[in-house]
């Protein structure tokens, strides 16, 4: 944490959530999610210093092939299995300002739709040369990308007959841990999406529709990878004409 | 028509899932040779100021089981009460101290475990004091999105009686949700997520 962005840096508080666009904690048809549900109703308090302030991580964390799922955990000369894909995107704020100079960590399942996970215990194969991890960390304009394989679907015990689409987790740090945000990338076109229990714990089709990746062919390198993009909105934050100042502190 | 405001909608959030440890602690996950450490993993070195403390502690499910796959990150201030943070404007934090820890909870007992320092005292908004406290986040499958919650100090009793969040919640009897068990420098924090013991949790 010894480096810093190039922002200036800001103070505000952030916007409100709307927690109407997220899916709510108790959403029964994600079964998992009925004992892990609080029950009783948020403690609601505009950010103080606690919220507003925030870790943030410098390049010198980051390895050459960080960003590099194909090659990240492949034995040298060889390579991941499967479709090779470039995600990119830019982090932006509700405002639709650029957030640079923040973390941004995925993971997901190789092309066979397998995790490496010591949990795991599909049939698909473990692909030897795919970890499933990677980071990123922002430039100035919010930007982002990195290259690997796309995953496959897998089942899971939830229903009887329930998979999960195609998509990749997303951890996303902005410049105050109130930004802090978990969330799935989904792939165009795939008629998964719309059979999933935990996509549909999101209560509003349009939200669904913004964590859907469409296919960016004008980025897509001829006779390597095709591209999807991905961009992600943090909560913006007031700016700091009329807050109270902290005097004295 | 108004002007349009122009503002663009939050990106929901979704569970961690079950396999959350690849992406965010990858070497616990026997994923070795892509990162050199988890991150988070190490709080305080050597020359870090202030005293000593172990933050450990069970998530505890709605059927009083301990969630044995979930990831939690704390957030705290130095010992002097400032943030290793860009947004902090009072003053230089510790550079031997992070602020932030990263910390899944084990796949035997669902036990979380932080190495860390407790913290200053924090000026609220209006210039009041917050009591010293560490802010918690905890995902896992099943938590559609993240848990805020915070840690208090119990030996901080009159800091705790004059703290404007703790003042703010109505039913007194669940502010010993947000308090630490002491024993010498270890505290236990059990978060519950559900039931007659749930832990307060924030919208912040």
Redesign the interface.
């Known amino acids: 944490?010894?480096d810093?962005?190039n922002?200036k840096?800001?103070?505000g508080a952030f916007?409100?959530?709307?927690?109407a666009?997220?899916?709510?904690?108790f959403?029964p048809g994600?079964k998992?999610?009925?004992?892990?549900?609080?029950?009783?109703a948020?403690?609601?308090?505009?950010?103080?210093?606690?919220?507003?302030?925030?870790?943030?991580?410098g390049h010198s964390?980051l390895?050459e092939?960080?960003n590099d799922l194909i090659h990240?955990?492949a034995k040298p000369g060889e390579s991941a299995i499967g479709e090779r894909i470039i995600v990119h995107g830019r982090v932006?704020?509700?405002?639709?300002q650029p957030v640079p100079g923040v973390l941004l960590?995925?993971?997901q399942a190789n092309a066979g739709g397998r995790?490496?996970?010591?949990?795991?215990t599909y049939l698909a194969a473990i692909d030897p040369n795919f970890?499933?991890?990677?980071?990123a960390i922002t430039d100035d304009e919010g930007r982002y990308a990195f290259r690997t394989i796309r995953p496959g679907a897998y089942p899971w015990p939830n229903g009887v007959n329930d998979w999960r689409p195609a998509h990749i987790?997303f951890?996303?740090f902005g410049?105050?841990?109130?930004q802090?945000?978990?969330?799935?990338m989904y792939f165009e076109g795939d008629p998964m999406i719309w059979k999933c229990p935990?996509?549909g714990?999101?209560p509003d089709k349009?939200?669904?529709e913004?964590?859907i990746a469409p296919l960016d062919w004008g980025n897509t390198i001829p006779m390597d990878a095709r591209a999807y993009k991905f961009d992600?909105?943090?909560?913006?934050r007031r700016s700091t004409l009329f807050?109270?100042r902290?005097?004295?502190? | 028509m108004v002007q349009d405001l122009?503002?663009?909608?939050?990106?929901?959030?979704?569970?961690?899932?079950?396999?959350?440890?690849?992406?965010?602690t990858?070497n616990y996950?026997?994923?070795g040779?892509?990162?050199?450490t988890d991150?988070g993993s190490v709080m305080v070195n050597d020359k870090t100021l202030g005293e000593r403390i172990t933050v450990t502690g069970k998530v505890i499910?709605?059927?009083g089981?301990p969630?044995k796959?979930a990831v939690l990150?704390i957030?705290?201030?130095d010992s002097a009460g400032l943030?290793?943070?860009?947004?902090?404007?009072?003053g230089t934090a510790d550079?031997n101290f992070?602020?932030?820890g990263r910390c899944p909870t084990n796949?035997t007992e669902g036990v979380f475990r932080f190495e860390t320092i407790k913290p200053g005292r924090?000026?609220?908004?209006?210039?009041r004091k917050?009591a010293p406290?560490i802010?918690v986040?905890i995902?896992?499958?099943?938590?559609?999105?993240?848990?805020?919650t915070?840690m208090y100090f119990p030996e901080e009793a009159a800091a705790n009686a004059e703290d404007p969040?703790l003042a703010?919640?109505e039913h007194r009897d669940?502010l010993a949700t947000l308090i630490a068990a002491k024993e010498g420098s270890v505290y236990t924090f059990d978060i519950h997520?559900?039931?007659d013991k749930?832990?307060?949790?924030?919208?912040?």
């Open positions: 944490m010894s810093r962005s922002s840096p800001e103070t916007f409100a959530r709307d927690r666009w997220h899916p709510p904690a959403a994600y998992t999610s009925v004992l892990r549900s609080p029950q009783r948020l403690l609601s308090l505009d950010g103080t210093i606690s919220e507003i302030t925030g870790p943030v991580f964390i390895n092939l960080d990240n955990f932006l704020d509700e405002r639709g960590e995925f993971w995790y490496r996970h010591k949990k795991e970890g499933g991890c990677g980071r987790h951890s996303v410049h105050g841990f109130a802090r945000l978990i969330t799935q935990i996509v714990t999101i349009r939200a669904i913004q964590l992600i909105v943090l909560r913006g807050e109270n902290l005097e004295g502190n | 122009g503002y663009l909608k939050e990106t929901p959030s979704q569970t961690a899932g079950p396999y959350v440890h690849i992406g965010l990858p996950s026997e994923i040779g892509v990162y050199e991150l499910d709605g059927a089981a969630v796959d990150e957030w705290q201030a943030y290793n943070s860009p947004s902090e404007l009072r550079p992070t602020g932030w796949s924090l000026p609220f908004k209006d210039g917050m406290h802010t986040w995902v896992a499958r099943g938590i559609n999105i993240g848990l805020h915070r969040l703010r919640i669940r997520l559900q039931g749930e832990t307060v949790f924030l919208d912040i």
